[in-house]
């Protein structure tokens, strides 16, 4: 059985709203929105695979952050990589910053 399929709207401006974005159609141009950050929801759901801990989402660095296992995990095309090998571990001045502590002092040698 064959079935109507609905036309999109606004075909009269060029452009077709999509549950994905806006795409205009007219000169050849994509505009997806896929620079967006991600949901709110998906990162309240989101949790450490290893510590099971609450997770901070850097947007200027494009990552999820776990104070508990000292992990940041990469955030590609809005698909956080969740996996402890895909991990970079945090430094002491990027644990600071998130933590909004000083870092410790240097070691002194000897």
Do not use: F, W
Not at 48 to 59: E, F, M, Q, R, W
Not at 69 to 94: H, N, R
């Amino acid at each position: 059985m064959l079935m109507k399929m609905k036309t999109p709207l606004n075909t009269n401006s060029g452009r077709v709203n999509t549950n994905r974005g806006q795409v205009n159609i007219n000169r050849g141009q994509v505009n997806t929105n896929a620079d967006r950050a991600i949901s709110a929801q998906l990162l309240s759901l989101l949790v450490c695979p290893l510590t099971l801990s609450g997770l901070i989402y850097d947007k200027e660095r494009d990552q999820l952050v776990s104070l508990q296992a000292g992990l940041s995990y990469p955030i590609k095309g809005q698909v956080p990589i969740m996996l402890e090998e895909a991990g970079e571990p945090l430094t002491d001045g990027a644990r600071a910053h998130y933590t909004k502590t000083p870092p410790p002092p240097p070691k002194k040698e000897g």
